[in-house]
């Protein structure tokens, strides 16, 4: 069964950014048609791409000063994020393995 809410999550995603179907799909490195075909609930979409547009969406975000092209739900997790990020010191935040 197709879920309609990722569809609507893929559009709102591209709609906040200002992009066209073909451009929303270049990024994704989709066809037009299989980009389209994810909007209009015609198949299954894929975690993969859900995560890159919104990735895209952060992205475009920062580099345009603009966070109202981050979806809201998103947004907050970014709120989120950038607090804990302020409240924590170069020295509590564990260095990562190179493992």
Not at 22 to 39: C, D, G, I, S, V
Not at 52 to 68: Q, T
Request: hydrophobic fraction near 45%.
């Amino acid at each position: 069964m197709i879920n309609l809410d990722r569809a609507s999550e893929l559009t709102e995603i591209r709609k906040h950014l200002g992009f066209t179907q073909p451009a929303m799909a270049h990024l994704l490195e989709l066809n037009t048609r299989k980009y389209q075909a994810f909007e209009w609930g015609e198949c299954e979409i894929p975690n993969l791409y859900i995560l890159a547009a919104e990735r895209i969406a952060l992205a475009y975000a920062v580099m345009d000063k603009a966070p109202m092209k981050v979806p809201s739900a998103l947004r907050e997790e970014a709120l989120i994020l950038a607090r804990l990020t302020e409240a924590s010191s170069p020295a509590e935040i564990p260095a990562q393995s190179a493992s």
